[in-house]
T-cell receptor
Framework: GAVVSQHPSRVICKSGTSVKIECRSLDFQATTMFWYRQFPKKSLMLMATSNEGSKATYEQGVEKDKFLINHASLTLSTLTVTSAHPEDSSFYIC????????????FGPGTRLTVL | GDSVTQMEGPVTLSEEAFLTINCTYTATGYPSLFWYVQYPGEGLQLLLKATKADDKGSNKGFEATYRKETTSFHLEKGSVQVSDSAVYFCALTINQGGKLIFGQGTELSVKP
């Protein structure tokens, strides 16, 4: 199947700093990428949907100014957690979909963010 | 709103035991249903899916049948292996390939 990578796999930062997480589709062009957040023992919660070349669509309750998403190319989307605080500590997972509508989502391995 | 509920884990089984992980859903439309598996240290992988009522999805010995009357999509395997140890997520989407709504995940541990 298609491969999606995330970088970094793990990051620790100080409160107040910003952290950028990259999501790349390695062997296909991703028209759409999704960003999820996963809490311990909880399900994945969709944060936002990004389409290449346009603004991301955020889910209700997700602060767009805090979680900046950029989908500048068909193989790369970035999530920037701005002014991170300890409550932002979580596991962030991206997925990518080729084409439109009926395509399967392929998931990255996730990024563990710890904010001290 | 649309939601997915899975049985809580962890589930611990001996090798060759029968596995059932329950999943029920609530949806306003006609969802497509999925099971994803997450092996330790890896991303989620699609295990199987069903797009309409009475469809049976199957893969790697796992099966799940889309039951509209009971709004369920229980995952089963007749004989589990140690290599099946992972976290299993039930999910739905109203628009195929669109927004996925996940259950909370069920951790499976298979002992030799």
């Amino acid at each position: 199947g298609a491969v999606v990578s995330q970088h970094p796999s793990r990051v620790i930062c100080k409160s107040g700093t910003s952290v950028k997480i990259e999501c790349r589709s390695l062997d296909f062009q991703a028209t759409t990428m999704f960003w999820y957040r996963q809490f311990p023992k909880k399900s994945l919660m969709l944060m936002a949907t990004s389409n290449e070349g346009s603004k991301a669509t955020y889910e209700q309750g997700v602060e767009k100014d805090k979680f900046l998403i950029n989908h500048a190319s068909l193989t790369l989307s970035t999530l920037t957690v701005t002014s991170a605080h300890p409550e932002d500590s979580s596991f962030y997972i991206c997925s990518a979909r080729a084409g439109t509508g009926t395509g399967e989502q392929f998931f990255g391995p996730g990024t563990r963010l710890t904010v001290l | 709103g649309d939601s997915v509920t899975q049985m809580e884990g962890p589930v611990t089984l001996s090798e060759e035991a029968f596995l059932t992980i329950n999943c029920t859903y609530t949806a306003t439309g006609y969802p497509s249903l999925f099971w994803y598996v997450q092996y330790p240290g890896e991303g989620l992988q699609l295990l199987l899916k069903a797009t309409k009522a009475d469809d049976k999805g199957s893969n790697k010995g796992f099966e799940a049948t889309y039951r509209k009357e009971t709004t369920s999509f229980h995952l089963e395997k007749g004989s589990v292996q140690v290599s099946d140890s992972a976290v299993y997520f039930c999910a739905l989407t109203i628009n195929q390939g669109g927004k996925l709504i996940f259950g909370q995940g069920t951790e499976l541990s298979v002992k030799p």
